[in-house]
């Protein structure tokens, strides 16, 4: 047992000197502006550095676009000159243009200094240029190894893909095994493989009569030892090479009694909360919980969305009660709970704010859904590792509220402007096609997402045990 924890320490140490790229140029560029803030603030206003006539300041600049931690009060700080300080463009070439408008080639990123002091970016992205170099790389040599099972294996249902469609609330596990396991990242040699899949399915098995929820946790503990006899690849790292992916939340438990595969495995979850333990933020991944849906709506664009907010959905919470207790009645924050009488699909189609509100997990598939139908998610889930973090620039297409904030919520989206509710609009549709499972897969879908937050955590994988002969003689 001892083994896997020390292969914990010295795998996350790695893991963390890998992803030094995108945490470098992060933090620097971060220091960058500050230094820039504090350099314009010190020469605006003292008298050191500036000559009387600069001193005088604009009237103060509009209220920060998404800054909604709750209130409209923000911090008391003096305004900085806006005149030179608020607005810093930076124009970078990008040769390629992720999703549609290819031929714009050249993408202008603003990064907007408030009064406050924060620079808000309004890009769907946290870093458009490193995730399209990156992405390309990806593609190109990123190689999974499944763990092969034979069609006649009395757990094939299980183990293998499933033949037909996935469809409803839990389809994007059945779909990323469905189509990484026809897609050209899988390999046969396993000494080419940057990671390992495990093939079981929580879902089918929590299905199954011989195993059901009661013998999961078992039924994962004999899978891993039998592949730590039969391979000598789970002993070389623990497991750290190895992930599986889950969308229902019973998933969690089903690692309790294998736990090199909770500490050591790369999760891939839906029920992304780092409030719990058992999810390692950074370590494992969220994966998108997108209900499948055929009908493709024609009025995305709409700009009769007339309700200002809408939630549906059954009181399984304390913050859905809260959000009962206070939002029962209102006229504009609509709130229903029980079966619905109208069309979801209208609904989402007529507001302006979509809600997701925590219910059992952190994780539903109301944000796949509202942006399915190009409505803004609005979320209410405490402690939810959003799908794509580590990519999407979430405060640029979403709302994220505190679920202490509930009885600010209506004042939290009237403050926001038309024009700022604009871009929240345009970048809904921006990232849409994140969130969509195609067979086969689609550039930049949710299947390439996933497998790109795979391959920024590929390198726990200790250089010294791969593919040597001491993998061999372990
Ligand atoms: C906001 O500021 C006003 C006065 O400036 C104050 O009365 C109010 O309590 C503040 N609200 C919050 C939430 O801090
Ligand atoms: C593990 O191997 C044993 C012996 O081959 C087999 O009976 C059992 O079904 C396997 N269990 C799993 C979960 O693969
Ligand atoms: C992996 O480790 C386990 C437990 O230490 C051991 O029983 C097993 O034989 C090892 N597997 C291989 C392939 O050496
Ligand atoms: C909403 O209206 C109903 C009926 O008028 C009332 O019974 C209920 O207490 C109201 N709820 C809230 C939260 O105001
Ligand atoms: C659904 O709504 C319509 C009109 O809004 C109403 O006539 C009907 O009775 C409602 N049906 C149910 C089952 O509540």
């Avoid at 999974?144 to 034979?150: A, K, L, M, N, S």
């Avoid at 405060?395 to 929240?424: C, G, M, N, R």
């Amino acid at each position: 047992m001892a083994r896997p924890v020390i292969a914990l320490y010295q795998f996350s140490r790695r893991r963390f000197s890998d992803s030094l790229r995108i945490f470098f140029f992060f933090p620097t560029a971060l220091a960058l502006f500050s230094s820039l803030t504090i350099f314009f603030y010190i020469s605006s206003t003292s008298s050191l550095f500036a000559r009387p006539h600069h001193l005088r300041l604009q009237p103060p600049p509009p209220p920060p676009p998404f800054s909604f931690r709750g209130s409209r009060n923000v911090s008391r700080r003096p305004p900085v000159s806006p005149k030179k300080a608020d607005v810093l463009q930076v124009a970078r070439s990008s040769s390629a243009d992720c999703g549609g408008n290819g031929g714009r080639g050249r993408s202008t990123q603003i990064l907007q200094l408030q009064p406050n002091g924060n620079f808000v970016n309004n890009e769907v992205f946290h870093d458009r240029d490193i995730f399209l170099e990156d992405y390309k790389a990806m593609k190109r040599g990123f190689k999974i190894y499944v763990y092969p099972h034979r069609r006649d294996h009395p757990f094939a249902n299980a183990l293998l893909p499933v033949t037909f469609e996935p469809g409803g609330n839990y389809a994007s596990e059945s779909y990323f095994k469905k189509v990484l396991m026809k897609s050209h990242f899988t390999t046969k040699d396993p000494y080419k493989a940057d990671l390992f899949f495990l093939p079981f399915s929580i879902a089918r098995l929590r299905h199954d009569d011989r195993v059901g929820v009661g013998g999961i946790q078992d039924f994962i503990r004999d899978y891993i030892f039998n592949i730590s006899q039969k391979y000598p690849y789970w002993n070389r790292t623990g497991g750290a090479d190895h992930f599986y992916a889950a969308c229902h939340s019973i998933g969690r438990s089903a690692m309790e009694k294998a736990d090199a595969v909770r500490f050591n495995a790369i999760q891939v979850v839906c029920s992304a909360s780092y409030f719990l333990s058992g999810y390692i933020p950074h370590k494992d991944a969220c994966l998108p919980q997108i209900w499948p849906r055929q009908e493709n709506p024609s009025n995305l664009d709409s700009s009769k969305r007339t309700k200002l907010a809408f939630f549906a959905g059954s009181i399984n919470s304390p913050v859905r009660e809260r959000l009962l207790q206070v939002w029962a009645n209102d006229s504009e924050i609509v709130v229903h709970f029980g079966r619905l009488n109208t069309s979801y699909a209208d609904e989402l189609l007529n507001s302006k704010f979509c809600l997701h509100v925590k219910g059992f997990e952190v994780n539903t598939a109301r944000i796949a859904d509202s942006i399915y139908y190009g409505c803004v998610p609005l979320i209410i889930a405490n402690h939810y590792d959003l799908p794509f973090a580590d990519i999407l620039n979430w405060k640029s297409f979403s709302v994220v509220v505190a679920t202490l904030d509930i009885p600010l919520l209506k004042s939290i989206l009237k403050s926001i402007s038309s024009q700022e509710y604009k871009t929240l609009r345009e970048n809904v549709l921006k990232i849409r096609k994140h969130f969509r499972w195609n067979t086969p897969p689609v550039d930049y879908d949710a299947f390439y997402m996933v497998m790109y937050e795979l391959w920024l955590r590929r390198s726990s994988i200790p250089p010294l045990l791969l593919g040597t002969s001491s993998a061999h003689s372990q």
